[in-house]
């Protein structure tokens, strides 16, 4: 059975496939934004809080319909989405696969959500932070082990750090 230890690296280093960094301009503001939110300590309620990340996480052979509801992972731990809906599940925060832009704009403009933990690779990132602007957002990379959009994979304490500062956790 797969542990955590299991998922804290990318299943195939030696296969890397690519870099999910975005452009120099675009790392460099999200380096910038990642300084100023984790400077910042204002706090929120479970509620006002939303994950945000790509559908390219989950294992490509698998067919459950976590785009309908994160809920519907089995937890098998083949992908990152079972420890992604754990640490979202730990921190009360709702958690959403989208497979596009659009879906993710939908959400991050609900006027309940405040802040957002963003998973996703450099540009994709960088284009989200100018459409949630004035909300608090805390990025997170992916990693293209497969190459981009397929089978990628985040380390779930990334995930969790963001959500320990945006809640006020110890
Ligand atoms: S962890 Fe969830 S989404 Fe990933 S392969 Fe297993 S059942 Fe599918």
């Not at 975005?22 to 309620?45: H, M, Q």
């Not at 479970?46 to 996480?57: A, D, F, G, R, T």
């Not at 294992?59 to 754990?86: F, Q, T, Y």
């Amino acid at each position: 059975m797969a542990t955590h230890a299991d998922h804290h690296t990318p299943p195939d280093k030696k296969a890397a496939g690519g870099s999910s960094r975005g452009s120099f301009i675009e790392e460099s503001v999200l380096s910038l934004n990642r300084w100023r939110v984790f400077r910042g300590t204002k706090t929120y309620l479970p509620e006002e809080v939303i994950v945000l990340c790509p559908h390219c996480l989950q294992n490509s052979a698998c067919a459950c319909k976590i785009l309908v509801d994160a809920k519907n992972c089995r937890r098998c731990g083949k992908c990152s989405i079972k420890d992604l809906v754990e640490v979202a599940a730990r921190y009360q925060a709702p958690i959403h696969f989208v497979a596009g832009g659009r879906e993710a704009v939908r959400l991050v403009k609900q006027p309940a959500v405040k802040a957002i933990v963003a998973v996703a690779c450099g540009k994709e990132l960088f284009a989200g932070l100018l459409k949630a602007f004035g909300k608090r957002i805390v990025t997170v990379h992916n990693e293209w082990p497969h190459g981009p959009c397929k089978d990628t994979f985040v380390d779930y304490r990334k995930v969790e750090e963001a959500l320990r500062l945006l809640r006020g956790s110890p």
